[in-house]
């Protein structure tokens, strides 16, 4: 019986030192399993992350750009009617001073000027004729030129 107990013993000690060998691997596949889904994660995380810093970007500018549009909008001078003048020939001629520069702007080096025309809204570019006889002959960074006749007026923003 002691000689079964001692074959038992020693099979039991041989299949013990089989198998944690087994054991440690195992162990060790699952611990590098897990940090490798973790390392997954974490990109994941990341990746999300930047997208919505990109989309929070983006918002940004926006807002930027329509607070910068409110701004200019709030500086438009409310539109006053003012009477007209009649040439001879019975057609209404605007006076200068009911001509205002709202705004300049350039774009690939192309200026553009909004006018304010007797109450009217008008956008202009170098070379544009106003109704009233009014020609645009130059725009830069912070005043428009106009020309009519031999008269000269120098609109600022």
């Known amino acids: 019986m002691e000689k079964n107990v001692q074959l038992h013993k020693s099979v039991l000690v041989a299949l013990v030192a089989a198998v944690l060998p ?7 596949g699952a611990a590098d399993a897990t940090s490798q889904t973790s390392a997954a994660s974490t990109a ?22 329509q607070a910068d549009i409110d701004r200019l ?8 009617q ?17 001509i205002h520069a709202l705004s300049i702007g350039a774009f690939d080096g192309v200026y553009e000027a909004r006018l304010q025309v007797s109450g009217e809204v008008v956008n202009v570019r170098k070379g544009d004729e106003l109704q009233n006889g009014w020609k645009v002959v130059n725009i830069d960074d912070s005043a428009v030129t106009l020309v009519r006749g031999h008269e000269h007026k120098t609109l600022r923003v």
Do not use: F
């Open 73 to 80: 909008m709030q500086k438009t001078p409310v539109a006053v």
């Open 82 to 98: 003012t009477p007209t003048v009649t040439a001879t020939d019975g057609s209404a001629v605007a006076k200068i001073e009911d």
């Open 22 to 28: 087994q054991l440690a691997t195992a162990q060790t």
């Open 44 to 65: 994941d995380v990341i990746a999300k992350l930047n997208a919505e810093g990109a989309i929070l970007e983006a918002r940004l500018r926006n807002a930027t750009l």
